[in-house]
Structure formats: C-alpha cells, structure tokens
C-alpha cells in the first residue's frame, strides 16, 4: 500500500509540476489536472479498501495469524 501512495504522489507530483503553469492559464487543463488528481486518490482508496477485505477473508480463512 506504501508503493501505491507513493506512486500515487509522484504522479500528482509530475502532473502538476509539468502542467501546473499551463494549467494556471488554462481552465480546461486545470480541470483536468483535478480530474486526474481526484482519479489517483480514488484508486489508491479502492486498492486500500481491497487489501483491508484481503487481510479479513485471509485471518477468516485462518492463512493469516490476527
């Protein structure tokens, strides 16, 4: 989960530092540097909401010790 927040960050970090100028100008490409922030942190939510249900079914299965 760690790798997934930080590759989520750098690539909020990348967007907005190549787009983040233009996107000063531009209401459209601000936009879309939204969009694509809320997208990331969207999917980082979901990954975490799986690996916590992961971990639940794994300790009911008994594969993993609580």
């Not at 233009?22 to 490409?29: F, I, K, R």
């Amino acid at each position: 989960m760690r790798d997934l927040r930080e590759s989520t960050d750098a690539l909020d970090e990348a967007t907005l530092s190549c787009l983040g100028h233009l996107a000063d100008q531009d209401s459209e490409l601000a936009e879309w540097v939204r969009a694509v922030t809320a997208h990331s942190r969207a999917v980082e939510a979901v990954v975490q909401r799986l690996e916590t249900t992961l971990k639940i079914t794994r300790m009911n299965a008994g594969l993993d010790p609580l």
